[in-house]
């Protein structure tokens, strides 16, 4: 079975400044996709990033990036130039292929700090 | 393009009451989910469909959930009699359709979540 974890339930990070998310997983899969997601008080999951473990090159998206170790199986969330909005629940998550169900890490919570 | 909808935002009952949920995914999506997310936890697959048929639901607690997608679109999730720790924001997702494989992910997108509180 697929696990997620991650070790931080609560981050603070003060605006404009840079928070890293960690998570770590456990599968025997080589071929998976792995992603971060933000749930903010209305409930609505957001998809923040996608990683396909097939490629080294670490994803990106604007002021979100990940660090994606496949051997250490780790994938943290790098969220630079911090701004309010960005306070949230994040969801770290496994799947091995579109139409599987998300497997979810227990979720960090995020305060920024003006 | 509209999102996943889902109703009611929020529920209390009694334990041992009935209550059901609805959600109504994207147009032409053929793959549901529903997902229960107990305070404090991610998100945990109770059922999955594909069109009008089943593809996952080892999690569901048949004693008391039951689901249904009438016609390979709307879904309805029921719980039958609940009780205290069913209390969760229950989710529902929808995506295209199956794999995707490597040349396409099919990204499934989430409703708002209908929040129960059972007492």
């Known amino acids: 079975a697929q696990t997620v974890t991650q070790s931080q339930p609560e981050m603070s990070v003060q605006e404009a400044e840079t928070v890293t998310l960690s998570c770590t997983y456990d599968t025997s899969e080589s071929d998976y996709y792995l992603f971060w997601y933000k749930q903010p008080p209305s409930r609505q999951m957001i998809l923040v990033i996608?990683?396909?473990?097939?490629?080294?090159?670490?994803?990106?998206?604007?002021?979100?990036?990940?660090?994606?170790?496949?051997?250490?199986?780790?994938?943290?969330?790098k969220i630079s130039d911090s701004q309010l909005g960005d306070a949230a629940m994040y969801f770290c998550a496994y799947n091995i292929d579109s139409g599987y169900a998300l497997n979810f890490g227990k979720g960090t919570s995020l305060l920024v700090t003006p | 393009e509209a999102g996943v909808a889902q109703s009611p935002r929020y529920k209390i009952i009694e334990k041992r009451q009935s209550v059901a949920f609805w959600c109504n995914p994207i147009s032409g999506h053929a793959t549901l989910y529903w997902y229960q997310q107990i305070l404090?936890?991610?998100?945990?697959?109770?059922?999955?469909?594909?069109?009008?048929?089943?593809?996952?639901?080892?999690?569901?607690?048949?004693?008391?959930?039951?689901?249904?997608?009438?016609?390979?679109?709307?879904?309805?999730?029921?719980?039958?009699?609940?009780?205290?720790?069913?209390?969760?924001?229950?989710?529902?997702?929808?995506?295209?359709?199956?794999?995707?494989?490597?040349?396409?992910?099919?990204e499934q997108f989430f409703g708002p979540g209908t929040r129960l509180t059972v007492l």
């Open chain 1, 50 to 77: 996608r990683q396909e473990a097939y490629k080294q090159q670490n994803a990106t998206e604007n002021r979100f990036s990940v660090n994606f170790q496949k051997a250490a199986k780790s994938f943290s969330l």
């Open chain 2, 40 to 106: 404090g936890q991610g998100p945990k697959l109770l059922i999955q469909f594909q069109n009008n048929g089943v593809v996952d639901d080892s999690q569901l607690p048949k004693d008391r959930f039951s689901a249904e997608r009438l016609k390979g679109v709307d879904s309805t999730l029921k719980i039958q009699p609940a009780k205290l720790e069913d209390s969760a924001v229950y989710l529902c997702a929808s995506s295209p359709k199956l794999a995707g494989g490597r040349s396409s992910y099919n």
